[in-house]
């Protein structure tokens, strides 16, 4: 089992920054991709972005390329989410996610791709 948490998010006006945490425990997290996914009120959970095991491949959602930026700290077991320029449309609950891929990291885009998920964290943007 992994175990997912996240922090970091807020209340902040548009064109702001703001970092996500995730903090990773139990199973260890070789070969393992983490993911940040987003749920607004009324809609369906959308995919973020991606990192492999090493953070030197990473895919995002076209809404949020050029904004936000994935990480992982592996000695920390800590994975991250940077999000400049934040926009309305961007509030939502995000989660961070793990599995264990078996294939490209793009596809890996769907809630259904990954076995563990932490609780969420509140990202509202203001206009």
């Known amino acids: 089992q992994v175990q997912l948490v996240e922090s970091g998010g807020g209340l902040v006006q548009a064109g702001d920054s703001l970092r996500l945490s995730c903090a990773a425990s139990g199973r260890s997290l070789s070969n393992s991709a983490m993911g940040w996914f987003r749920q607004a009120p009324g809609k369906e959970r959308e995919f973020v972005a991606v990192?492999?095991?090493?953070?030197?491949?990473?895919y995002y959602a076209e809404s949020v390329k050029g904004r936000f930026t994935i990480s992982r700290d592996n000695a920390k077991n800590m994975v991250y989410l940077q999000m400049n320029s934040l926009k309305p449309e961007d509030t939502a609950v995000y989660y961070c996610a793990a599995t264990y891929p078996r294939s490209y990291l793009s596809t890996y885009v769907h809630s259904y791709d990954y076995e563990y998920w932490g609780q969420g964290t509140q990202v509202t943007v203001s206009s």
């Open positions: 990192t492999n095991w090493s953070g030197g491949s990473t």
